[in-house]
């Protein structure tokens, strides 16, 4: 139970699904944060019943979650199948509690009514618990629409209203979704520390008796003269001897013979040992929250990886229910985030392609001291993750971001993120699927890496997840979503870079640290890290604005950890190296520089050079102006792009 004292309608939930939700509210709680209902509901999707059936929309979950009442919508799980030529209705799940004899005394009624025509049979082939309900259509007749008129008058479709009333310190209440979970807790950190004082008792006491026993195994000669010489009074000659406790005494009095062996007590001293750092453990539980609360932690996921199971209720659009996602147009849009953590979208087509040479055109007004640091592509439905300076990822649809246009400055990051005032947006990546074969990889400025596989982000609550544990002065610099098997380039400001498999780096826990990925010179540091493609070339671009592309087989594979090769030859001229990336013939590229100017580059344009050379002049710049980022645009959103303006020329052509 979720809460003592439990009444009405609380409708059973999915046990891994709740337990997620409590793990959350205790992780934000070690991290002193509050916990909200929206929070909690990317854990816990909605009630999940025995009978499995689906439940229609979410208003009524939202309702429930939010206030502590609603009404869910359950309906049956149907399939209308093609039998001898003719339609039939097959019911394999029916809504919680509805009784099935009910039911099928009810759709007969119905067919010999009238009242719903078109069933000429109607047959229970249930076995067990399995249900299966046949229900036999009449030539002519839709099967659709019979369906629908007996979801709108038997129980194939119920309503399940839920009231979410708790008896709380003696008094009814109705309770939200977090205040429930909130009451669980409480209930659990009581179990647990009463509990543990218990514990701490036993242990004190015991360890008292073998303080007793320890006394008199090491002064044994004097013990049996006390004894021997006593004649009803050895108990309380011996506490008043060695200065014991009743309970001592009386122990030494009952001891056996064979802990007089020495092999009995080392065993004492081993029992002695492990009870005192039990004692420690004990009291510094009661003495830390955070301690407590991670006992719990522990403890409630043990029981998930034991008993959760999968979902059996599905969760189903209702027709009459609006998505926002759904109203949205997905579109590919070009994404801006500035050095203050200012972001934006803005639609692909308004970034014209340009001759390599060019001057560019402006892609965000910034004020005097920002410029633009990141620029990447994604979908308005994607899902963003957002990395920061300090290790934590946040997460965000692309329509939420709002649109603005090619020259302004967009929206300040904290008005969407709960970002700490001293974190930065480092790496921005977007992602749709969440799989246990799929990884993030992380490459950190003081040249770590770290792989998590991407379940481990499936869930990220309003005010972040921690990604990675930083070391002090270290910054993060690139991710990457890989299958486990691919190739990394590592690629430092000085123009050194190294190659190696990705199996190099086993896979971590969210919070992990990494390992080293490259051996880095003093004052140098890492500035990219990419995804080798072996039918890809590897772009360099410099802070001047030179750039080159080379294919991967100059860099022989290494061991994760070395120093690398030279990857560009750079001067006074080219400046120190800006980023490297994997591009393709067709892939086209977008040059940032720290005015806020964006230049559109063909990579075909760009010529290829050995390792070792310093490249050809890709972007004119001003004094003072430097190449700050890049970014790709793959050949799928050329083409796509390609396409609307041919079908808006065809338009105008006709009209």
């Known amino acids: 139970g979720i809460a003592v004292g439990m009444a009405t309608n609380i409708p059973p939930h999915n046990l891994g699904e709740v337990i997620d939700g409590v793990v959350c509210m205790i992780e934000n709680k070690i991290e002193s944060r509050e916990t909200d209902v929206e929070e909690l509901m990317q854990y816990i999707k909605g009630p999940d019943f025995p009978t499995g059936a689906n439940i229609l929309g979410k208003s009524g979950i939202r309702a429930a979650y939010r206030t502590g009442r609603g009404k869910i919508i359950v309906r049956s799980t149907a399939e209308i199948e093609t039998h001898n030529g003719r339609e039939r209705i097959v019911i394999t799940e029916i809504p919680y509690m509805v009784n099935k004899l009910r039911l099928l005394e009810k759709i007969g009624e119905l067919a010999k009514e009238k009242r719903v025509e078109g069933i000429s049979d109607l047959n229970d082939a249930s076995a067990g618990d399995d249900i299966k309900i046949i229900i036999d259509i009449k030539k002519d007749y839709n099967a659709n629409v019979i369906l629908n008129q007996l979801y709108k008058y038997t129980s194939l479709q119920e309503s399940f209203g839920a009231n979410m009333l708790a008896l709380v310190d003696g008094k009814p209440v109705v309770l939200n979704l977090q205040q429930m979970l909130a009451e669980y807790l409480k209930h659990q950190e009581n179990v647990v520390t009463r509990r543990t004082r218990f514990d701490l008792d036993k242990a004190e006491k015991r360890a008292h008796i073998l303080e007793g026993l320890r006394i008199a195994i090491d002064n044994i000669d004097e013990v049996i003269r006390i004894i021997r010489t006593s004649y009803d009074n050895a108990k309380e000659r011996l506490m008043e001897r060695f200065s014991l406790s009743d309970l001592q005494a009386q122990a030494i009095l009952e001891m056996q013979l064979r802990r007089l062996q020495g092999l009995e007590k080392e065993k004492i001293d081993a029992e002695y040992a492990e009870l005192q750092k039990k004692i420690a453990y004990y009291k510094t539980i009661l003495a830390d929250e955070k301690l ?364």
Do not use: W
């Open 292 to 655: 407590l609360l991670g006992v719990i932690k522990d403890e409630i996921t043990a029981i998930k990886e034991k008993y959760a199971d999968e979902r059996r209720t599905k969760l189903m659009q209702n027709p009459g229910e609006i998505d926002v996602e759904d109203l949205i147009e997905e579109e590919t849009c070009v994404f801006t985030l500035s050095n203050l953590n200012y972001v934006k979208r803005t639609p692909l087509d308004t970034y014209k392609s340009q001759n390599r040479g060019g001057r560019g055109i402006i892609g965000m007004q910034t004020r005097e001291e920002d410029f633009v640091k990141d620029l990447f592509l994604a979908s308005t439905h994607d899902t963003l993750l957002f990395f920061t300076s300090r290790g934590k990822v946040y997460r965000m649809k692309g329509y939420e971001i709002p649109e603005a246009g090619r020259t302004a400055r967009g929206v300040a990051i904290v008005n969407l993120l709960e970002i700490d005032a001293d974190e930065k947006i480092m790496a921005v990546i977007p992602a749709n699927e969440f799989r246990e074969d799929q990884y993030l990889v992380m490459v950190t400025k003081q040249g770590l890496i770290k792989k998590t596989d991407m379940t481990s982000f499936a869930n990220i609550r309003k005010s972040g997840l921690i990604a990675l544990n930083l070391r002090e002065e270290d910054d993060l610099i690139s991710v990457m979503t890989t299958d486990g098997r691919d190739e990394i380039f590592v690629a430092t400001r000085s123009g050194m870079g190294i190659k190696f498999s990705e199996e190099d780096v086993r896979p971590m826990g969210r919070t992990a640290t990494g390992v080293k990925a490259i051996t880095l010179k003093e004052d140098d540091y890492v500035v990219s890290a990419v995804k080798i493609d072996p039918e890809g070339q590897l772009l360099n671009v410099t802070e001047n604005g030179y750039g080159k592309r080379t294919t991967t087989d100059k860099f022989n594979l290494q061991h994760r950890g070395g120093k690398g090769l030279k990857v560009h030859q750079l001067t006074e001229k080219t400046g120190q190296l800006t980023g490297v990336l994997m591009v393709g013939e067709n892939d086209e590229l977008m040059l940032i520089t720290s005015e806020g100017v964006i230049i559109r580059l063909r990579g075909r344009e760009i010529s290829s050079y050995n390792r070792d050379s310093q490249g050809v002049k890709l972007m004119n710049l001003d004094d003072g102006v430097s190449v700050v980022g890049i970014a790709k645009i793959s050949e799928e959103d050329i083409e796509e792009e390609a396409e609307e303006t041919a079908a808006e020329a065809e338009k105008t052509e006709v009209e």
